[in-house]
């Protein structure tokens, strides 16, 4: 574009630019004027016509709409016009055709902040319009419509009963005798401002027209006086051009002012020396033309090899983030990136007033796994519930999902071990939270098949919302680790909701988890024994050592608030220990005492039951002295139900030894029954759990008589646990099962209290006393084997 051509443009810009400013300028104002010439004039029919105050006082329905009928005729930009009395309410209204149920204003939004006799003007947004003036409305930016309110005074008081029409011809005839006015009504006049602009766009056009007069009037004017100003230019422009291309050989002939002039010389000296100039320039030129293209070469090679350094530096980056970012074995974000990204979300949480939710998750018994099949085991169950717990959380839950290759969720982090978190964006409640968890915990609890074998799993999972329970990250995995200790502590395979309680809970285990590491050391804890005795004879057969902790503060503590703590701590294989030898050094010295007691039993945890626990009962039975026949190892069913060789061959070590072997609590844990007859088992446990269930019908009763009967049928010995009534003793009497552990004879008591229980005669005169007791009573009330069925 010419110098020429740009003026022209510019001029025409600045017109057009004006020609706009004018005719917006002429068409707000005649918009307002028009809009304040409205209001003028409703203000001035309300004012001009006293028959408003019996309108609005008998209401008539045909006065109302004869009145509502000629503000409507004020102006085409009139959309409605209501009457309300002094309350709000509605006395009559009238509206343009077009107007499509458009919803009556709020009385007191119109009066806001308004004395009775003031005029109200309130524009309110959105509403209808003629169809023919839909495109009018989107131009400018939607209908508004301003609502005019205008009180209706009136010189009688309205609030006074059956007044006549006389009464206010009378007021109005004789204004001097009035003290006071009143407010009878209100009128609401809605002006369009849509139809307000269709009334002035004859003025816009108008003044449209004569802007593009003058715009036309000065592009003409423009064009000739630049024509003129700029020929000579145009002429230099072009032997400029010949010039750079070479064509230009002659000197230039230009006529023109001393500018031009001395700028068409200056162009003759670069003529002149241009010739001899180009012919060294295309010797040059060739020359350059070689070296450009041997760098280029250069430059080629140089770029595929860093193009080459970049790939491999960009794949160490991405692999030095996933492994300082990501978990090695399940691919999911690990503490560092689930920190970085929880309080990032906190902090937009905390501004957007949202509440955010953390999950806490942790495999039950996970070490019992590890232990008894194997850390690939483990590393395999691992990676499969991430798999599960990922595909269970919502999209409408995720915090965040990865844009790039990486699939990772980063909702789903994996803090270590066997614990994970899930942090739930956005949640109204706590509630939201709980179906998730319940839903999670449900898709942990799926069996699983590793190495063939089909394994139950369950999970805790603690719940904390932020901003209730915390407000940073730190204080908010707290609680909700807290939340998950608890579920742990009433049972596992539960979700648990953070409480504030639970930190003094948490303190008091602490301290527990401090004292508990120094109680063996502090040779705190003692063994506890209960006699085995049969019921038929009065002979002790055995006692069953029992682990008690003397905490010097809280007196005795019973096992079940330890003993999980013991295991959780990885302590349970010193407890266990000592309490394998002390049952062993016991028993040889009551023997030495002259007491007769064949066995002593030991239960032994599944997270003892590792490589060197042989090793460990071999060594107590040659440090105490004590045959190995006579000791008892007590196993449960999470130990017995494996199916690793490793378990298996620990057993028929055992065995080899000498030592006898009971399974503990028989039916209370898993369902398998093979391992019966794959292990070589001396005796069967009965649990309290069935011996209670005895009293709650016929179906109980023969669960233990079938459970009595396959243990005679392969072989095994049987004791029954929790023995504490008379009835129950003549139950097992009569299905031939003698060694009762129980209440009924004794409850756990310290190594000298056993001493008495051990003298010579002492279960005989028990039982003669039972036996007499019962013949008292007339005998136990039998059912179907001697057992008296009690309602629950």
Known sequence: MNIASKI?????????????????????????????????????????????????????????????????????????????????????????????????????????NLSPLDRGIVTLSGGSVPAELDVLSSLSMGERTTSLTLPIISVVDPTKKNLGREDFAAALAYPELVNSVYVTAYVSVDISRTVLWSLTLPTVALSAGIGLGVVFLFWILTRIITRRITAPLGMLASVADDIASGKQSEPLRIRGSGEIRDIAEVLNGIITGLHSYTTQMDTDRKMLSMKVDERTEQLSRRNEELDSAEKKVTETRSKLRHAAYFDNLTSLPNRKLFTEQLTLLLRLAQRGNQNVGLLHVDIDNFKRINDSLGATAGDRLLREVSERLAAGVRDSDVLHRRSDEESSLMDLSRLGGDEFTVVLNQIESIDMAKRVADRLAYAVAEPYLIDRQEIIVTSSIGIALAPDHADNVESLLRAAGTAMVNAKKRGRNRVVVYDDSMESANRERLQLENDLRRAVDLNQLLLHYQPQVNARTGEVTGAESLVRWNHPDEGLIPPFKWIPIAEELGLIDDVGEWVLRKACADLVELRASGHTIPKVSVNVSALQFHDDFVDTVQSALQESGLAAQSLEIELTEGVMVSNQESIVTMVHRLKDLGVRLSIDDFGTGYSSLSYLTRFPLDELKIDRSFVVGLAKGKQNVELVRAIIAMAKSLGLELVVEGVERMEELEFFRDQEVDVIQGFLFSQPVPLEALRALLAPEHFVRQLALLNRSTSQDGGADADEGGFKLEQA
Do not use: C
Request: net charge neutral; glycine share 8%.
């Open 8 to 112: 022209n443009l510019l001029i025409a810009l600045l017109a057009i630019l004006a020609g706009v400013m004018l005719t917006v300028f002429v068409g707000q104002r005649d918009f307002s004027y028009q809009r304040d010439a409205l209001i003028l004039a409703a203000s001035s029919l309300v004012g001009s016509q006293p028959h408003l105050q019996l309108t609005s006082y008998y209401r008539e329905p045909a006065d109302v709409k004869a009145t509502l009928d000629g503000f409507l005729g004020l102006s085409p930009a009139v959309k409605r016009v209501i009457l309300y009395d002094t309350d709000g309410g509605v006395i009559g209204q009238q509206s343009q055709s077009w107007v499509q149920n458009d919803p009556l204003p709020r009385f007191l939004e119109l009066r806001k």
